[in-house]
Nanobody, 129 residues
Framework: QVQLVESGGGLVQAGGSLRLSCAAAGRTLSGYAMGWFRQAPGKEREFVATIRWSGGATYYADSVKGRFTISRDNAKNTVYLQMNSLRPEDTAVYYC??????????????????????WGQGTQVTVSS
């Protein structure tokens, strides 16, 4: 079992920045991918970014590429999502996710909610125009 706890959400003006954190507990994360999804009201959950814990390879949704950066801190067992140049359409509940991933599996194939077994409780991000 992996427990995920997100923090760092809030209200920000368009063009501003926020950093989300997700602390993982329960087991070592070697062999895991961790990532972020988001869900806006009335919309389906949407993939945002993912990172392979071993090696740090990353993959992003086109909608956030160049604005968001996913990273991890091995010592703290924590993954971060740095969000810059925020837009009103980034408003959503952001969820941290995790699951095991084979060393040869491409991160680009880990973009569906069903690809991840472990989910955090979510943190609200609101971007005002």
């Amino acid at each position: 079992q992996v427990q995920l706890v997100e923090s760092g959400g809030g209200l920000v003006q368009a063009g501003g920045s926020l950093r989300l954190s997700c602390a993982a507990a329960g087991r070592t994360l070697s062999g895991y991918a961790m990532g972020w999804f988001r869900q806006a009201p009335g919309k389906e959950r949407e993939f945002v970014a993912t990172i392979r814990w071993s090696g740090g390879a990353t993959y992003y949704a086109d909608s956030v590429k160049g604005r968001f950066t996913i990273s991890r801190d091995n010592a703290k067992n924590t993954v971060y999502l740095q969000m810059n140049s925020l837009r009103p359409e980034d408003t959503a509940v952001y969820y941290c996710v995790a699951d095991t991933v084979g060393p040869r599996r491409s991160l680009s194939r880990l973009t569906r909610p069903g690809d991840y077994s472990y989910w955090g409780q979510g943190t609200q991000v609101t971007v005002s125009s």
